[in-house]
């Protein structure tokens, strides 16, 4: 599994768009109501997605709720036992993480382009969250790479790292 996460305006949606179709991996269908309003039935639908054993990528999953959930609603959704569950499913899957990120700059020159859910002076907030997130005991043992656009404007780098995970999950799985 890859989940392609990030900020908002920092090329996730592109590189999961390119990533499927050049390797073929299925896109995990997003969850109907972002952000969650019921967080049983959100847990269930991460739950499904989790158990599932087919390679696929996420525009966005579960790392987001703890970035998103404090710097824009005060809390995460989620209770703690939905955490833990979550977080053992995450583990066991070990799936590789792909954070999208890139300068202020680039990601103001194009914000006003498209309808946004943070605000303007909500975004290096969330920048420095996910940082500290992706660093955090919960995910910081997992496979990580790091894309932005602006010094791989076609993908040449990302593409040899994600042919190198794919070749090393097949090794895996095949013996």
């Given at each position: 599994?890859?989940?392609?996460c ?9 590189l ?10 299925p ?9 969650p309003?019921?967080y049983s039935?959100?847990?269930v639908?991460a739950e499904?997605?989790l158990?599932?054993?087919?390679q ?42 792909i954070?999208?990120?890139t ?8 914000y ?6 943070p ?5 290096k907030r ?22 932005d ?5 076609h ?8 042919d ?9 799985e095949?013996r």
């Amino acid at each position: 599994m890859i989940i392609v996460c990030g900020p908002d305006n920092t090329g996730k949606t592109h590189l999961v768009e390119h990533l499927s179709k050049t390797f073929n991996i299925p896109k995990v269908e997003k969850y109907h109501t972002l952000p969650p309003v019921d967080y049983s039935d959100w847990v269930v639908w991460a739950e499904k997605v989790l158990l599932n054993p087919n390679q696929s990528i996420a525009d966005r999953f579960y790392i987001e709720e703890f970035v998103y959930g404090p710097v824009m609603r005060g809390k995460i959704g989620m209770t703690a036992g939905h955490q833990r569950h979550l977080d053992k499913l995450f583990a066991d899957r070990d799936p590789l993480i792909i954070h999208c990120d890139t300068c202020f700059r680039n990601i103001s020159k194009n914000y006003d382009e498209r309808v946004q859910y943070p605000e303007m002076n909500q975004i290096k907030r969330i920048q420095n969250k996910f940082y500290e997130v992706l660093d955090s005991s919960r995910f910081s043992l997992m496979t990580q790479l790091n894309f932005d656009y602006e010094f791989d404007p076609h993908y040449e780098r990302i593409d040899k790292a994600i042919d190198t995970y794919l070749k090393g999950v097949c090794d895996h799985e095949c013996r």
